[in-house]
């Protein structure tokens, strides 16, 4: 059964940092979101693509975080310079429409030291 | 802004007992989805059952049922015949159909759900 594949898994890094993780959705899928779930709380978006197109940003800060889909198929988000605000887990999730279901891969774990 | 509220920061059922997790909403649409999502231990979460707004009916999926109330704006999950595999955490979320907002998720906080021998 297809997923979505994030890497790293687990990252610790020390504030001022660069860090980045990457997505590879479903093959197929159109919309790729990006959440940021931190500990004890639901997840909270970033951004979502349509496509190689951003769709919607407005909760992503944007002095620090960057996200791009040059391709329309995987996904790096980017964090320059982290702080210890950040330390979360980074959700992937892609959908076939835009309205359908989100099928996520399993995060990356990030410690800002 | 639509909100998602999950009361029950945590619960507890027997194996092979029912539970009930509870969930409200609010938002001024009139057609969306409601999601619930499972998400155990380091392991990543997934879909539980959808709810279409404009549906009557209430979803089941095998021993998983919601019961939707639209215009209390509440939608509960019950697990029926609850076994070890269901311990995890358990999302409600809301999906608007219109506008910017189309698509993405609004998750609550999560309920933590432990299945007991």
């Known amino acids: 059964e297809a997923e979505v594949a994030q890497s790293p898994r687990y990252k610790i890094t020390e504030k001022s940092q660069a860090v980045a993780f990457w997505c590879d959705p479903i093959?197929?899928?159109?919309?790729l979101y990006w959440y940021r779930q931190i500990l004890g709380q639901g997840p909270e978006l970033l951004v979502q693509f349509q496509d190689e197109s951003v769709v919607d940003d407005s909760q992503l800060p944007k002095d620090r975080f960057s996200a791009e889909r040059l391709k329309g198929v995987d996904s790096t988000l980017k964090i320059q310079p982290a702080e210890l605000g950040d330390s979360a887990m980074y959700l992937c999730?892609?959908?076939?429409?835009?309205?359908?279901?989100?099928?996520f891969g399993e995060g990356s774990r990030l410690t800002v030291l | 802004a639509q909100t998602v509220t999950q009361s029950q920061p945590e619960m507890s059922v027997q194996e092979a007992e029912t539970v009930t997790l509870s969930c409200t909403y609010d938002t001024s649409e009139n057609n969306y989805y409601l999601f619930w999502y499972k998400q155990p231990p380091s392991r990543q979460m997934i879909l539980v059952i959808r709810q279409e707004a404009y549906k009557q009916q209430n979803a089941t999926e095998n021993r998983f049922s919601v019961n939707f109330q639209k215009a209390a704006k509440s939608f509960s999950l019950k697990i029926s015949d609850s076994q070890l595999g269901d311990t995890a955490m358990y999302f409600c979320?809301?999906?608007?159909?219109?506008?910017?907002?189309?698509?993405?998720?609004?998750f609550g906080k999560g309920t933590k759900l432990s299945v007991k021998p």
């Open positions: 979320a809301f999906m608007s159909l219109y506008g910017g907002s189309q698509g993405n998720l609004i």
């Open positions: 999730a892609s959908s076939r429409l835009v309205t359908g279901e989100l099928f």
């Open positions: 093959s197929g899928h159109a919309t």
